[in-house]
């Protein structure tokens, strides 16, 4: 019902920024909330931040707080995730994801996702 494509990574030096893009298509008027996971090898994945599609209120993992910004274009159906100051332990692979129904906020475990992309890479080196 929902489908979105993850573009943006890369690789970088550490401080250096990344900003990531979460283009959504298909029934993007049910969806109320788009967030942000990464998954590095052999660890389990994360929430990293989180938005409301109608009203902008945001929410971040406390390791990118300061650091991280997601926000959204509604022309355009997309979700960004701009990266500053990144550092080594932010290299994995990123996720975007969207939530139908918003039934408690802030959501930030993986299950109360609906749809997801196929994630893109984000390496840091140091």
């Known amino acids: 019902q929902v489908q979105l494509v993850e573009s943006g990574g890369g690789l970088v030096q550490a401080g250096g920024s990344l900003r990531l893009s979460c283009a959504a298509s298909?029934?993007?008027?049910?969806?109320?909330?788009v967030g942000w996971f990464h998954q590095a090898p052999g660890k389990e994945r994360e929430f990293v931040a989180v938005?409301?599609?109608?009203?902008?209120?945001?929410n971040y993992a406390d390791s990118v707080k300061g650091r991280f910004t997601i926000s959204r274009d509604i022309a355009k159906n997309t979700v960004y995730l701009q990266m500053n100051s990144l550092k080594p332990e932010d290299t994995a692979v990123y996720y975007c994801?969207?939530?139908?129904?918003?039934?408690?906020?802030?959501?930030?475990?993986?299950?109360?996702?609906?749809?997801w992309g196929q994630g893109t890479q984000v390496t840091v080196s140091s």
């Open positions: 298909g029934r993007t008027f049910s969806t109320h909330a």
């Open positions: 994801a969207a939530r139908r129904v918003i039934s408690r906020w802030p959501p930030r475990s993986e299950s109360e996702y609906d749809y």
């Open positions: 938005i409301k599609w109608s009203t902008d209120i945001t």
